[in-house]
């Protein structure tokens, strides 16, 4: 009864693996050009804060921190009310073992959030603060 099904299942595992291997190939090939586009787009308009916010990201994902750091820190600079800049450079600040910084970032993102009702990124701030006064 059973010998019927282990082909059929054997089948079904090897189109989602091969699927799931040509997903992570794809990400890996796109990676570049992602990075590249997101330059391009901040090159055409550096004051756009969802590009400057994206381009930050992309260089913390390769790992590039202090390109994402410069990046973070201007828009929380020119753009206060970017609510998701805090919970990210609070936490590149902690990585980067500044553990004031990021307190001080995290606590100005949730007067931020607060102020315009910005709920998911105020729950995600005050999270953090949490965990790093209990680290402390």
Known sequence: MFGFWFPVLGFWFSVFRNASMSEEKDAQQQGPDRLAALQSFYEEDPDDAFTR?????????????????????????????????????????????????????????V????EQGATKDLSE????????????
């Open 53 to 109: 916010f994206g381009l930050a990201r992309e260089h913390l994902k390769r790992g590039h921190a202090d390109e994402a750091l410069a990046l973070f820190e201007a828009l929380a600079e020119d753009e206060p009310g970017y609510t998701g800049t805090y919970y990210h450079l609070g936490k590149l600040y902690e990585h980067l073992g500044r553990p004031e910084e990021a307190r001080s970032t995290y606590e100005a993102g």
């Open 111 to 114: 007067e931020v959030c607060e």
């Open 125 to 136: 701030l005050r999270d953090a603060l949490m965990r790093m006064k209990a680290e402390w």
